[in-house]
């Protein structure tokens, strides 16, 4: 055998669609069946509605787009509209627990599946940790916020732990009891996570109404004005320089046109997280039709909310007015109503649990797929006998989330995990370009697998969702590309030192036995 084919035998050799449900790979039946579409929406809206939706619109307003962010937020929804239709017709095919890994392990072969696979365990570990964080932020002001609107000077932190509480740097107790409780909510039952879900999902959606309702009761079409202000150049630090700024040699600007799509970019981060419903296809009853389905109706519905609160806030206020760091709070203080921070804050804390306990499912799911593939250790594969989860790679989920949380801790300040958000974006777009290219080579070479759902205009439609990633990607901050090259750079050795040769599909080829490890734990 040539060094070339020995090559494509050992890293690109691809899964057969049979096989990530067939009886050498454990099956799709490993895990129990618990969500309908119903719950696939409520998962959907749990991961893409969080803080953000208090915070982001407000802040692209009053620094890059002003009342045009409007427009940002429909080009970002169909930016990533684009990309869920391809996960969609992927999950409708392979409704498997690795969602874009797994696609990407049947159309590109083992060695891009894994490189998928790295790019997934990033953006979801670093969310969660990331996520923490900024609950624990969140939590100290609704504490204090309770004590300031109720006139009780007796509500708030405890001076005990004050030092170690709501802080973006140092120690921080409240991000870790969070991710602990979260991790155990998730280690001991997908159905406790359920309930837990739908309770928090409903609370801030509520939220969300009377915000919106909040303010549009204010709304005044004089603040609209000008829609799209004149555009004025920005300074940046070589730390903020963009790829397309290399690539162009210009300069960022905020406000006119560019502004608006300046904005997209940052906006497009809100709706990333419907690609994790995917993760619970391998979970859900009629896969193939529901995952779609709960998919594309949930990312429908977030986009709404997003802009139904980007329309109350600036037609509230003039963007000029906006307080970027708190840009809605700030809005209902200037029309009189200080008592709607109290919601705000609720929403937010609410909406922030609900991010952490989503991308620990997720997380956790991804985990077990590579395991159970073999390239990863294959105790993470093992489902508990009496929670009928992997108990294992959720508390592992749950203890690198914890230790990614207090990262400056253990890198004497200097750096702070708050400072990496742009690496969780970067690893989710970098899994939306394989998947988009995974439709229409999948349609090549197997027009005949059954698809429950089908993406209309291939090749078209793959494409036009490629550019539009690529172009987020080209938004993304040089910084964040040299730590996503060093972070693939580990991964492959990763991969050469023990994935490669513990492959399950390997040993499948070599005819050599192949151990059950998604077993059940007794």
Same mark, same amino acid.
């Given at each position: 055998?040539?060094?070339?084919?020995?090559?494509?035998?050992?890293?690109?050799?691809?899964?057969?669609?049979?096989?990530?449900?067939?009886?050498?790979?454990?099956?799709?039946?490993?895990?129990?069946?618990?969500?309908?579409?119903?719950?696939?929406?409520?998962?959907?809206?749990?991961?893409?509605?969080?803080?953000?939706?208090?915070?982001?619109?407000?802040?692209?307003?009053?620094?890059?787009?002003?009342? +045009? #962010?409007?427009?940002?937020? $429909?080009?970002? &929804?169909?930016?990533?509209? *684009?990309? =869920? %239709?391809?996960?969609?017709? !992927?999950?409708?095919?392979?409704?498997?627990?690795?969602?874009?890994?797994?696609?990407?392990?049947?159309?590109?072969?083992?060695?891009?599946?894994?490189?998928?696979?790295?790019?997934?365990?990033?953006?979801?570990?670093?969310?969660?940790?990331?996520?923490?964080?900024?609950?624990?932020?969140?939590?100290?002001?609704?504490?204090?916020?309770?004590?300031?609107?109720?006139?009780?000077?007796?509500?708030?932190?405890?001076?005990?732990?004050?030092?170690?509480?709501?802080?973006?740097?140092?120690?921080?107790?409240?991000?870790?009891?969070?991710? +602990? #409780?979260?991790?155990?909510? $998730?280690?001991? &039952?997908?159905?406790?996570? *359920?309930? =837990? %879900?739908?309770?928090?999902? !409903?609370?801030?959606?509520?939220?969300?109404?009377?915000?919106?309702?909040?303010?549009?009761?204010?709304?005044?079409?004089?603040?609209?004005?000008?829609?799209?202000?004149?555009?004025?150049?920005?300074?940046?630090?070589?730390?903020?320089?963009?790829?397309?700024?290399?690539?162009?040699?210009?300069?960022?600007?905020?406000?006119?046109?560019?502004?608006?799509?300046?904005?997209?970019?940052?906006?497009?981060?809100?709706?990333?997280?419907?690609?994790?419903?995917?993760?619970?296809?391998?979970?859900?009853?009629?896969?193939?039709?529901?995952?779609?389905?709960?998919?594309?109706?949930?990312?429908?519905?977030?986009?709404?909310?997003?802009?139904?609160?980007?329309?109350?806030?600036?037609?509230?206020?003039?963007?000029?007015?906006?307080?970027?760091?708190?840009?809605?709070?700030?809005?209902?203080?200037?029309?009189?109503?200080?008592?709607?921070?109290?919601?705000?804050?609720?929403?937010?804390?609410?909406?922030?649990?609900?991010?952490?306990?989503?991308?620990?499912?997720?997380?956790?799911?991804?985990?077990?797929?590579?395991?159970?593939?073999?390239?990863?250790?294959?105790?993470?594969?093992?489902?508990?006998?009496?929670?009928?989860?992997?108990?294992?790679?959720?508390?592992?989920?749950?203890?690198?989330?914890?230790?990614?949380?207090?990262?400056?801790?253990?890198?004497?300040?200097?750096?702070?995990?708050?400072?990496?958000?742009?690496?969780?974006?970067?690893?989710?777009?970098?899994?939306?370009?394989?998947?988009?290219?995974?439709?229409?080579?999948?349609?090549?070479?197997?027009?005949?697998?059954?698809?429950?759902?089908?993406?209309?205009?291939?090749?078209?439609?793959?494409?036009?969702?490629?550019?539009?990633?690529?172009?987020?990607?080209?938004?993304?901050?040089?910084?964040?590309?040299?730590?996503?090259?060093?972070?693939?750079?580990?991964?492959?050795?990763?991969?050469?030192?023990?994935?490669?040769?513990?492959?399950?599909?390997?040993?499948?080829?070599?005819?050599?036995?192949?151990?059950?490890?998604?077993?059940?734990?007794?």
């Amino acid at each position: 055998m040539s060094a070339q084919a020995s090559f494509r035998n050992n890293v690109l050799r691809r899964l057969p669609v049979e096989e990530t449900a067939g009886p050498h790979y454990g099956g799709r039946h490993r895990l129990s069946l618990i969500y309908q579409t119903r719950d696939l929406i409520v998962l959907g809206l749990g991961v893409m509605v969080g803080a953000g939706i208090f915070k982001i619109a407000g802040e692209q307003a009053a620094t890059t787009a002003g009342p +045009a #962010v409007v427009v940002s937020f $429909v080009i970002a &929804g169909l930016a990533c509209l *684009l990309s =869920a %239709l391809s996960y969609a017709e !992927l999950s409708s095919t392979m409704p498997v627990a690795g969602s874009a890994y797994s696609f990407a392990y049947v159309a590109f072969g083992e060695i891009w599946a894994w490189v998928i696979g790295w790019a997934l365990l990033l953006e979801l570990q670093l969310a969660a940790a990331v996520v923490g964080r900024a609950w624990s932020l969140y939590a100290t002001r609704l504490i204090a916020d309770v004590g300031t609107l109720s006139g009780v000077s007796a509500i708030h932190v405890p001076s005990a732990i004050e030092g170690v509480a709501g802080h973006e740097t140092g120690f921080d107790l409240f991000s870790l009891l969070i991710l +602990a #409780v979260l991790a155990l909510v $998730v280690a001991i &039952g997908a159905r406790l996570s *359920l309930y =837990a %879900l739908w309770f928090m999902v !409903l609370a801030k959606v509520i939220a969300i109404g009377l915000v919106i309702a909040g303010g549009l009761l204010f709304f005044h079409p004089a603040n609209l004005r000008p829609f799209v202000p004149p555009a004025r150049p920005l300074p940046a630090s070589g730390g903020d320089r963009t790829v397309l700024d290399l690539v162009t040699g210009g300069a960022p600007h905020a406000f006119g046109l560019f502004g608006v799509f300046a904005a997209t970019s940052a906006i497009a981060f809100a709706y990333i997280g419907f690609d994790l419903i995917a993760t619970a296809a391998e979970e859900t009853r009629d896969a193939p039709r529901r995952v779609p389905a709960g998919m594309i109706v949930s990312l429908l519905i977030a986009i709404a909310l997003y802009i139904g609160v980007a329309v109350a806030m600036v037609g509230m206020v003039p963007y000029g007015r906006l307080n970027p760091a708190t840009p809605l709070t700030s809005a209902f203080t200037a029309v009189g109503k200080d008592g709607m921070a109290l919601v705000i804050d609720v929403g937010a804390v609410v909406g922030l649990a609900t991010v952490i306990l989503v991308v620990m499912v997720a997380q956790t799911r991804v985990l077990f797929a590579m395991a159970r593939d073999g390239l990863l250790p294959a105790p993470l594969a093992v489902i508990s006998g009496r929670y009928k989860v992997p108990t294992r790679a959720a508390l592992l989920v749950g203890g690198t989330a914890i230790a990614l949380s207090q990262v400056d801790v253990w890198t004497f300040g200097k750096v702070s995990v708050l400072t990496l958000q742009q690496m969780i974006v970067i690893g989710t777009l970098f899994a939306f370009l394989f998947v988009s290219a995974g439709v229409p080579v999948l349609r090549r070479a197997r027009p005949d697998l059954p698809r429950g759902f089908r993406v209309p205009g291939v090749p078209v439609t793959p494409v036009l969702a490629i550019a539009a990633t690529g172009w987020l990607m080209l938004n993304l901050r040089l910084r964040t590309w040299e730590y996503f090259g060093i972070w693939m750079a580990f991964g492959l050795v990763v991969y050469l030192l023990y994935g490669r040769t513990n492959s399950r599909l390997r040993h499948l080829l070599d005819g050599r036995p192949v151990h059950d490890h998604g077993r059940h734990r007794r």
